[in-house]
Nanobody, 124 residues
Framework: QVQLVESGGGLVQAGGSLRLSCAAS????????AGWFRQAPGKEREFVAA????????YYADFVKGRFTISRENAKKTVYLQMNSLKPEDTAVYYC?????????????????WGQGTQVTVSS
C-alpha cells in the first residue's frame, strides 16, 4: 500500500558527505516509523537508522557513531539520511523502508514496505 523511491546516491571520496532522500506515496497514513537499511555485496541487509513518522524521534545503529542523521518532512512525505564523514566500509546499496505499527524498530521484519535502493560508493 506504501510506495517508496530512494534517490541521492552516488560516488564520494572518503570523508565526504551525501544526502539520501526517500519519497513515500500511497497509504502513508499507515506509516508509524521509517528506516534506512544498507546491503553490501555478499553481506546481509543491516539496519542503519529509524525515525518516528509523526514525532520525529530517532534511533541509530552503533556503527554510525554520530556521522549519520535521519530526518523527515511530513508535508512532502519524504525521509532523509544525511551521511557525513563517509568511510569506504559505508559502500552499499541503501534502502528506505516503512513500518506499520512499530516505532523506532531495527528489525527488518517489522518493515512492510521497501524502496528499490540507491547505490552509495565511498572511495579511499
Amino acid at each position: 500500500q506504501v510506495q517508496l523511491v530512494e534517490s541521492g546516491g552516488g560516488l564520494v571520496q572518503a570523508g565526504g558527505s551525501l544526502r539520501l532522500s526517500c519519497a513515500a506515496s500511497g497509504r502513508t497514513g499507515s506509516i508509524y516509523a521509517a528506516g534506512w537499511f544498507r546491503q553490501a555485496p555478499g553481506k546481509e541487509r543491516e539496519f542503519v537508522a529509524a525515525i518516528n513518522w509523526s514525532g520525529g524521534n530517532t534511533y541509530y545503529a552503533d556503527f554510525v557513531k554520530g556521522r549519520f542523521t535521519i530526518s523527515r518532512e511530513n508535508a512532502k512525505k519524504t525521509v532523509y539520511l544525511q551521511m557525513n564523514s563517509l568511510k569506504p566500509e559505508d559502500t552499499a546499496v541503501y534502502y528506505c523502508a516503512a513500518a506499520p505499527g512499530y516505532s523506532l524498530t531495527k528489525n527488518a521484519a517489522n518493515y512492510g514496505s521497501w524502496g528499490q535502493g540507491t547505490q552509495v560508493t565511498v572511495s579511499s
